[in-house]
């Protein structure tokens, strides 16, 4: 048997502004979003399904390197769930 694939994050354009890019994708644990802080520097959030867990930030070189990150928080998430420590 040959390791699962995960998924990867479907990412939709979220612009809310013509200077700013912004991206988001939804999971099973939460929102995940790439985006340009309005300073000019790159980042994103992730927002747990959870009300009671805040969102957490981070900073980026870029909307991809932000999107990277998401992207390998989420592989983590799901990854452990399949191999549970």
């Known amino acids: 048997m040959s ?7 479907q990412w939709s354009e979220m ?3 013509d200077k700013r890019e912004r991206f988001e994708a939804d999971s099973a644990f939460g929102s995940y ?3 340009e802080w309005s300073g ?9 399904v959870s009300e009671d867990v805040d969102g957490l930030e981070f900073n ?3 909307i991809e390197a932000a999107k990277d990150i998401c ?4 592989i ?5 769930l399949l191999n549970p420590l």
């Open 3 to 9: 390791d699962p694939r995960v998924k990867p994050l």
């Open 15 to 17: 612009r809310v502004s």
């Open 33 to 35: 979003e790439a985006l």
């Open 40 to 48: 000019g520097g790159y980042g994103g959030t992730f927002a747990p």
């Open 60 to 62: 980026a070189k870029s």
């Open 71 to 74: 992207e390998r928080d989420y």
């Open 76 to 80: 983590m998430r799901v990854a452990s």
